[in-house]
């Protein structure tokens, strides 16, 4: 029998760090977040002021517009790059010349610092400038300007973060599929599945909880994601890209609202704690519960 | 003869000060006795005045006073979050800080900053003989408290105008005169006022398509999510229309809309705000995705004919030929003007646009304030001013304009510099509000939604002028 | 399985084709990059053009010449390189004890971990700003300003992730191997390096691979909790790439040279994918 003391013994050092840098200054942030705290304001020191944070943020048009927008850039994103890093994943698992090569060459966005991604893309689609702005005029007469037109902004973010993070998920996935067990393959073809039914029925359960913990990771860091967009857009035209992340840099830094920025960051962080354990539930956990009580 | 110059400068600081004071060779290294060995730590930006303080000025004040410098160069936002939360903490990280004209009155009101005049005089064994604030520019002022009875408590490191380009070859090409005068029937010169400013975007822009040129009227700053834009507006388009102070009154309790006593949405703000707009039909496109240091860039690349430009960015687009493709093609003039606003800046009533820059200061956290300040002297001294205005385009002192060096550059720049020292006083620094970024942050969002049409100009400002009182009520300033 | 069927000659071409057509796409960002890294200002202007005619050195030499770059370089390889080590080998010490023990609540902290990675960050830098310079003080030692407090920091969002990806793949190994190790007389320690390591090695050297470069990528903590010493080359990066900044040339070689580190250390742990592919991916 294994004896927990042993379990608890490995888990030790990773639970105490987690305990001290993200729990400690996250008990902080709560009780911050129930402050009215504006280093300044008339009265620069922190008062507690209940709920009131809250009750501000329900009405507070600009943070839900952002909250909203990001979700709908992480849909968008999220959903692009699983789709397409799993489309990849699969093509490399194929006999190829000089594949190492192009898993390589696939790789290196994931090696640019996201600010510097930010400011690549930003050179590409300045006009008077970038490429971009230049040969889509020319050749398919758009006119490309993220600074003026909202939507294209958006789709821009888009794509800044489906090329940057695209590549991660084929990693991982290229992990997953490379240790998957040969035996339900093998039996699927005695049965005669075709390909389509191996898909549905073989490989993506096999493959269900690495993709969802790529879908959680890649889930969650767009909900965050500022560098990138602070530089491509600085959350512009207007609020089309002014993403939560951003938003609440905003308000805590320039403005140096810590009552109200913690008060939204404790919202978003529920937010998002929320929709992804349920999405745990749903997918996972419903099948490993039982074994682990 | 730059020599001769700094060396009768010193001699005449010395003469000016006391003559019971030690030798100038021996001052630094007697002052600094016994704090040798120490390391004073700096924050800036990453700008070319501040490289040459960590790079050349550091360096030499450790060899005079065997006090080591540390500076810790970064971006704008950065530098700002890093320095407030020092300060906030009291943790004293930094001895030195780079405080912009703009933020001094929060940093006052908080008590961030160490009394420098005070200390001087308090501690007279530390009082540089070369150092002295009457040396300085007027933008010195800017950085004196008047609730405390005009004390100094931070040591300017460069100023600049933000002034009006245009393109010299153009504006003097016989051709584009005589078109010009056929369609307008006026000469064709730097525009006395915003009418003739239009005219001549609108011109130029026509000419840009009609000849095939990637030229546009008018350069315009109006990134639509960065608040650039909105600095362009409140600094430099709205007091040239009569609104000083963002149109927020502070005596009538911090009031914003015109119904409480403001006039942020008043008539001449409207205006100033569909005049700005405007001129975006005569922008090169990038002009949405554009700070002050992109107009800067677009200017340089001859993408525009005329525009409202920082004055650091002046001297490079003119001189440089690595990174400017109109050197030698700059001229400088005053901004275009509405009747009465001339008069007003005279008087002292406002001022026709922004007078920005930036100085070192000691936090009241500093641990190390007495070898702080021998630093802020020592870069405040004359002597070291010319080869740094060359090396930044930036003067804080009186004497430096008439630096050899800097008369030279003034030739190549139109004589920005000229302009500076003579039409300086017309321009104004940022309001003294010490809720600079807050109502700012408040507003910024607004008037980026004017930029992309979403609003029209009367209801953006309507809007920021609720948004602004709603803040300042937030924040407790307006009861 | 699906993707191992043998290539039909003509099936090959194709695959080559697309490959190469998704290789461009994928370089085209960064080509653009180096363009403007190798040009002065000036020959930037105009009509995009993607040839460097000649090379403008300046971009480079004023970033290599300047020292700081150098200790930045170095601080960045050191801490990204020791964070995804202690990353990799606490995640798997993690990850086995969720998966192989019955421990009480054990998927409640499995959960909770990646809770640690969903903070919007820009909060969460006031508290942890007052942590390195306050709480953790001992005589003048600080955390603040030093590589291992960037190191421990850095565990805060990579040991959720370290966690969540190679969950699955411990999963995925067959109990009854360490169990027979077990029973043969193998301690906790000795099960972890025989058995479970070699059969996790392609998910973990992905995991350091990914760790490394959140690591190394990272800007926002960095910028705030260090300041001359320990400062990483992102910091440095965004001394050229404000959100004001026009020093294009200078921002595009220095993010061209940080490239090449991370490029050595892709090298350097692609084979143990590579070799764990092979390991997977029995041929039939």
Same mark, same amino acid.
């Given at each position: 029998?294994?004896?927990?003391?042993?379990?608890?013994?490995?888990?030790?050092?990773?639970?105490?760090?987690?305990?001290?840098?993200?729990?400690?200054?996250?008990?902080?942030?709560?009780?911050?977040?129930?402050?009215?705290?504006?280093?300044?304001?008339?009265?620069?020191?922190?008062?507690?002021?209940?709920?009131?944070?809250?009750?501000?943020?329900?009405?507070?048009?600009?943070?839900?517009?952002?909250?909203?927008?990001?979700?709908?850039?992480?849909?968008? /994103?999220?959903?692009?790059?699983?789709?397409?890093?799993?489309?990849?994943?699969?093509?490399?698992?194929?006999?190829?010349?000089?594949?190492?090569?192009?898993?390589? =060459?696939?790789?290196?966005?994931?090696?640019?610092?996201?600010? /510097?991604?930010?400011?690549?893309?930003?050179?590409?689609?300045?006009?008077?400038?970038?490429?971009?702005?230049?040969?889509?005029?020319?050749?398919?007469?758009?006119?490309?300007?993220?600074?003026?037109?909202?939507?294209?902004?958006? =789709?821009?973010?888009?794509?800044?973060?489906?090329?940057?993070?695209?590549?991660?998920?084929?990693?991982?996935?290229? /992990?997953?599929?490379?240790?998957?067990?040969?035996?339900?393959?093998?039996?699927?073809? =005695?049965?005669?599945?075709?390909?389509?039914?191996?898909?549905?029925?073989?490989?993506?359960?096999?493959?269900?909880?690495?993709?969802?913990?790529?879908?959680?990771?890649?889930?969650?860091?767009?909900?965050?994601?500022?560098?990138?967009?602070?530089?491509?857009?600085?959350?512009?035209?207007?609020? /089309?890209?002014?993403?939560?992340?951003?938003?609440?840099?905003?308000?805590?830094?320039?403005?140096?609202?810590?009552?109200?920025?913690?008060?939204?960051?404790?919202?978003?962080?529920?937010?998002?704690?929320?929709?992804?354990?349920?999405?745990?539930?749903?997918?996972?956990?419903?099948? !490993?519960?039982?074994?682990? !009580? | 003869?730059?020599?001769?110059?700094?060396?009768?400068?010193?001699?005449?600081?010395?003469?000016?000060?006391?003559?019971?004071?030690?030798?100038?060779?021996?001052?630094?290294?007697?002052?600094?006795?016994? &704090?040798?060995?120490?390391?004073?730590?700096?924050?800036?930006?990453?700008?070319?005045?501040?490289?040459?303080?960590?790079?050349?000025?550091?360096?030499?004040?450790?060899?005079?006073?065997?006090?080591?410098?540390?500076?810790?160069?970064?971006?704008?936002?950065?530098?700002?979050?890093?320095?407030?939360?020092?300060?906030?903490?009291?943790?004293? &990280?930094?001895?030195?800080?780079?405080?912009?004209?703009?933020?001094?009155?929060?940093?006052?009101?908080?008590?961030?900053?160490?009394?420098?005049?005070?200390?001087?005089?308090?501690?007279?064994?530390?009082?540089?003989?070369?150092?002295?604030?009457?040396?300085?520019?007027?933008?010195?002022?800017?950085?004196?408290?008047?609730?405390?009875?005009?004390?100094?408590?931070?040591?300017?490191?460069?100023?600049?105008?933000?002034?009006?380009?245009?393109?010299?070859?153009?504006?003097?090409?016989?051709?584009?005169?005589?078109?010009?005068?056929?369609?307008?029937?006026?000469?064709? %010169?730097?525009?006395?006022?915003?009418?003739?400013?239009?005219?001549?975007?609108?011109?130029?822009? @026509?000419?840009?398509?009609?000849?095939?040129? @990637?030229?546009?009227?008018?350069?315009?700053?109006?990134?639509?999510?960065?608040?650039?834009?909105?600095?362009?507006?409140?600094?430099?388009?709205?007091?040239?229309?009569?609104?000083?102070?963002?149109?927020?009154?502070?005596?009538?309790?911090?009031?914003?809309?015109?119904?409480?006593?403001?006039?942020?949405?008043?008539?001449?703000?409207?205006?100033?705000?569909?005049?700005?707009?405007?001129?975006?039909?005569?922008?090169?496109?990038?002009?949405?995705?554009?700070?002050?240091?992109?107009?800067?860039?677009?200017?340089?690349?001859?993408?525009?004919? @005329?525009?409202?430009?920082?004055?650091?960015?002046?001297?490079?687009?003119?001189?440089?030929?690595?990174?400017?493709?109109?050197?030698?093609?700059?001229?400088?003039?005053?901004?275009?003007?509405?009747?009465?606003?001339?008069?007003? %800046?005279?008087?002292?009533?406002?001022?026709?646009?922004?007078?920005?820059?930036?100085?070192?200061?000691?936090?009241?956290?500093?641990?190390?304030?007495?070898?702080?300040?021998?630093?802020?002297?020592?870069?405040?001294?004359?002597?070291?001013?010319?080869?740094?205005?060359?090396?930044?385009?930036?003067?804080?002192?009186?004497?430096?304009?008439?630096?050899?060096?800097?008369?030279?550059?003034?030739?190549?720049?139109?004589?920005?510099?000229?302009?500076?020292?003579?039409?300086?006083?017309?321009?104004?620094?940022?309001?003294?509000?010490?809720?600079?970024?807050?109502?700012?942050? %408040?507003?910024?969002?607004?008037?980026?939604?004017?930029?992309?049409?979403?609003?029209?100009?009367?209801?953006?400002?309507?809007?920021?002028?609720?948004?602004?009182?709603?803040?300042?009520?937030?924040?407790?300033?307006?009861? | 399985?699906?993707?191992?069927?043998?290539?039909?000659?003509?099936?090959?071409?194709?695959?080559?084709?697309?490959?190469?057509?998704?290789?461009?796409?994928?370089?085209?960002?960064?080509?653009?990059?180096?363009?403007?890294?190798?040009?002065?200002?000036?020959?930037?202007?105009? #009509?995009?053009?993607?040839?460097?005619?000649?090379?403008?050195?300046?971009?480079?030499?004023?970033?290599?010449?300047?020292? +700081?770059?150098?200790?930045?370089?170095?601080?960045?390889?050191?801490?990204?390189?020791? *964070?995804?080590?202690?990353?990799?080998?606490?995640?798997?010490?993690?990850?086995?004890?969720?998966?192989?023990?019955?421990?009480?609540?054990?998927?409640?902290?499995?959960?909770?971990?990646?809770? *640690?990675?969903? $903070?919007?960050?820009?909060?969460?830098?006031?508290?942890?700003?007052?942590?390195?310079?306050?709480?953790?003080?001992?005589?003048?030692?600080?955390?603040?300003? +030093?590589?291992?407090?960037?190191?421990?920091?850095?565990?805060?969002?990579?040991?959720?992730?370290?966690?969540?990806?190679?969950?699955?793949?411990?999963?995925?190994?067959?109990?009854?191997?360490?169990?027979?190790?077990?029973?043969?007389?193998?301690?906790?320690?000795?099960?972890?390096?025989?058995?479970?390591?070699?059969?996790?090695?392609?998910?973990?050297?992905? +995991?350091?691979?990914?760790?490394?470069?959140?690591?190394?990528?990272?800007?926002?903590?960095?910028?705030?909790?260090?300041?001359?010493?320990?400062?990483?080359?992102?910091?440095?990066?965004?001394?050229?790439?404000?959100?004001?900044?026009?020093?294009?040339?200078?921002?595009?070689?220095?993010?061209?040279?940080?490239?090449?580190?991370?490029?050595?250390?892709?090298?350097?742990?692609?084979?143990?994918?590579? #070799?764990?592919?092979?390991?997977? $991916?029995?041929?039939?």
């Amino acid at each position: 029998m294994r004896s927990q003391t042993t379990g608890w013994l490995l888990l030790a050092p990773t639970l105490v760090i987690l305990l001290v840098f993200g729990l400690g200054p996250f008990i902080y942030v709560l009780v911050v977040g129930f402050t009215n705290w504006n280093s300044f304001a008339a009265d620069p020191t922190a008062h507690f002021a209940g709920v009131q944070n809250f009750r501000r943020l329900v009405f507070d048009d600009p943070f839900l517009h952002s909250l909203w927008l990001t979700f709908g850039f992480t849909f968008f /994103a999220v959903l692009s790059e699983i789709v397409l890093g799993y489309f990849l994943a699969q093509l490399l698992m194929r006999d190829l010349p000089f594949k190492g090569f192009f898993r390589t =060459i696939h790789t290196l966005p994931l090696m640019v610092a996201p600010i /510097a991604v930010g400011a690549t893309w930003r050179l590409l689609t300045v006009p008077g400038l970038g490429p971009l702005p230049y040969y889509l005029d020319r050749w398919l007469g758009i006119d490309l300007r993220i600074g003026t037109f909202a939507d294209q902004a958006f =789709i821009a973010t888009v794509i800044m973060d489906v090329w940057h993070w695209t590549p991660l998920v084929t990693l991982t996935l290229l /992990a997953a599929i490379s240790s998957l067990p040969k035996e339900p393959f093998e039996q699927a073809q =005695i049965d005669g599945a075709n390909r389509a039914q191996v898909f549905w029925y073989v490989t993506l359960p096999l493959l269900k909880p690495a993709i969802l913990a790529t879908v959680f990771i890649r889930v969650m860091d767009a909900l965050r994601t500022v560098d990138e967009v602070w530089m491509l857009t600085g959350g512009g035209p207007a609020a /089309a890209t002014r993403y939560v992340g951003l938003h609440i840099w905003r308000v805590v830094f320039p403005k140096t609202d810590y009552g109200y920025g913690a008060a939204m960051s404790l919202l978003t962080l529920y937010v998002t704690i929320v929709l992804c354990w349920l999405m745990y539930v749903a997918l996972v956990a419903r099948r !490993e519960l039982p074994r682990s !009580e | 003869m730059k020599l001769r110059t700094t060396v009768s400068a010193v001699a005449l600081a010395i003469g000016l000060m006391s003559s019971a004071m030690p030798a100038w060779a021996d001052f630094w290294s007697d002052a600094a006795k016994d &704090l040798k060995g120490t390391t004073i730590r700096g924050v800036t930006e990453s700008t070319p005045p501040s490289n040459y303080v960590k790079d050349v000025l550091a360096p030499a004040f450790t060899k005079a006073t065997g006090i080591k410098v540390e500076f810790e160069t970064t971006s704008w936002d950065q530098m700002f979050d890093k320095e407030i939360k020092d300060m906030e903490a009291k943790t004293g &990280l930094y001895d030195v800080v780079y405080i912009e004209q703009d933020i001094i009155y929060s940093y006052l009101a908080r008590g961030f900053l160490v009394d420098l005049t005070k200390s001087m005089a308090d501690n007279a064994k530390l009082k540089a003989p070369e150092f002295d604030p009457a040396n300085f520019t007027t933008f010195i002022d800017y950085f004196k408290d008047p609730t405390k009875g005009n004390d100094l408590f931070a040591v300017p490191m460069e100023s600049f105008i933000k002034t009006y380009l245009y393109r010299k070859d153009l504006f003097g090409d016989a051709e584009v005169q005589k078109a010009f005068k056929a369609k307008y029937g006026y000469d064709l %010169a730097p525009p006395k006022d915003h009418k003739q400013y239009t005219d001549i975007a609108e011109f130029f822009t @026509q000419w840009g398509k009609s000849h095939d040129m @990637q030229l546009w009227g008018s350069t315009v700053q109006a990134h639509t999510g960065h608040p650039a834009s909105w600095y362009e507006f409140v600094e430099s388009v709205e007091p040239t229309f009569g609104v000083y102070n963002w149109g927020i009154n502070a005596q009538k309790n911090y009031a914003a809309s015109v119904k409480n006593g403001g006039s942020m949405n008043g008539p001449q703000a409207v205006a100033a705000l569909t005049w700005f707009l405007n001129n975006l039909k005569y922008a090169p496109p990038e002009s949405t995705q554009s700070t002050w240091d992109e107009i800067a860039a677009t200017f340089a690349a001859g993408r525009a004919a @005329q525009g409202l430009v920082y004055g650091e960015n002046a001297a490079w687009i003119a001189t440089n030929d690595s990174k400017s493709k109109v050197v030698g093609k700059v001229g400088v003039a005053l901004p275009p003007l509405e009747p009465g606003v001339l008069e007003d %800046a005279e008087s002292g009533k406002g001022y026709i646009g922004y007078f920005d820059g930036g100085a070192f200061a000691i936090p009241t956290s500093s641990k190390n304030k007495e070898a702080a300040l021998l630093f802020l002297e020592f870069i405040g001294q004359p002597s070291v001013q010319a080869d740094w205005a060359v090396a930044g385009s930036r003067i804080t002192l009186k004497s430096t304009y008439d630096d050899p060096k800097v008369k030279a550059q003034d030739e190549k720049t139109d004589h920005y510099y000229t302009l500076m020292k003579e039409k300086g006083k017309l321009f104004a620094g940022a309001p003294t509000y010490p809720f600079h970024a807050q109502v700012r942050e %408040a507003v910024a969002p607004i008037f980026y939604r004017a930029i992309t049409g979403e609003l029209t100009p009367q209801q953006a400002l309507d809007k920021m002028a609720d948004a602004a009182e709603a803040e300042l009520t937030q924040l407790g300033y307006r009861k | 399985m699906m993707g191992r069927s043998p290539l039909k000659p003509g099936r090959g071409w194709l695959s080559l084709a697309f490959w190469i057509v998704a290789s461009l796409i994928t370089l085209f960002p960064i080509y653009w990059m180096f363009v403007v890294s190798a040009k002065s200002r000036v020959e930037l202007f105009g #009509a995009p053009n993607f040839i460097i005619r000649s090379f403008f050195v300046e971009n480079y030499t004023a970033t290599l010449s300047n020292p +700081t770059f150098q200790r930045y370089m170095l601080n960045s390889i050191i801490v990204a390189t020791s *964070n995804a080590l202690l990353v990799t080998t606490l995640a798997l010490l993690a990850t086995y004890a969720l998966s192989r023990y019955r421990l009480v609540g054990k998927e409640n902290i499995f959960f909770w971990t990646i809770t *640690n990675r969903m $903070a919007p960050p820009a909060v969460f830098l006031l508290p942890l700003f007052l942590l390195f310079t306050q709480t953790f003080t001992i005589g003048s030692f600080s955390l603040y300003d +030093t590589r291992i407090g960037l190191v421990l920091l850095y565990c805060v969002f990579n040991l959720p992730f370290a966690i969540w990806t190679l969950r699955g793949i411990i999963d995925a190994i067959p109990r009854e191997l360490d169990e027979q190790a077990m029973v043969d007389g193998c301690n906790t320690w000795q099960v972890l390096t025989g058995v479970i390591f070699p059969l996790a090695k392609p998910g973990l050297a992905v +995991t350091a691979i990914l760790t490394w470069v959140f690591a190394w990528n990272e800007y926002l903590f960095a910028a705030t909790l260090t300041s001359v010493n320990a400062r990483t080359i992102t910091t440095g990066l965004a001394e050229f790439v404000t959100v004001t900044g026009t020093n294009w040339g200078q921002m595009a070689a220095t993010a061209t040279l940080t490239l090449v580190p991370a490029l050595v250390f892709l090298g350097l742990v692609q084979q143990h994918i590579v #070799a764990g592919l092979t390991f997977g $991916a029995v041929k039939e």
